[in-house]
């Protein structure tokens, strides 16, 4: 076995890239790299905080949280690590900007269709289950477990 020794400048990249993402885009998918955690830590404050109830308005269930803080997780995700090995570190390409849409976008549904996904609970239409295919984690059906 042979022992690899890295130098501290090596070291402080692997921190970097484990901290801020894997890129460093620069213009307008840099602001959004910004702007997107601001927005997610401001939406942590909020929620977490009493102001919702003071206010009375802006207070959402545990389900509806969950779905924001995932969207805005997806999101990252896909826009500050790179999708694939050989994707660009300086920049964002498309495919990861569309990954990033969809996933959010299936995410937030949850979000955005609660009341009626609530009221028609066990019954679901057409665009839930397209919605649910493409959020789903793995393309292939799960197996059952043994022995429950």
């Known amino acids: 076995m042979t022992k690899t020794t890295l130098s501290s400048t090596d070291a402080q990249d692997m921190v970097t890239q484990a901290d801020a993402g894997a890129r460093n885009p620069t213009g307008r998918a840099g ?23 003071i206010v009375n308005f802006g207070i959402l269930n545990d389900t509806e949280a969950r779905s924001i803080h995932l ?10 690590y790179p999708a694939l090995k050989d994707s660009a570190r300086n920049r964002i390409p498309t495919t990861d900007w569309l ?9 937030a549904y949850l979000y955005l269709f609660y009341t009626e996904l609530a009221e028609r ?15 789903r ?4 059906p799960m197996p ?3 022995g429950l």
Do not use: H, M, N
Request: proline share 8%.
């Open 31 to 53: 602001r959004i790299l910004w702007f997107v955690p601001l927005c997610w830590s401001l939406f942590q404050l909020w929620y977490a905080s009493p102001l919702p109830f």
């Open 71 to 80: 969207a805005f997780a997806v999101f990252l995700a896909f826009t500050a």
């Open 99 to 107: 990954l990033a849409f969809i996933g959010s976008g299936s995410s």
């Open 121 to 135: 609970a066990g019954a679901p239409t057409q665009i839930d289950i397209i919605v649910a295919a493409v959020g």
């Open 137 to 140: 984690k793995k393309p292939y």
């Open 144 to 146: 059952a477990k043994r």
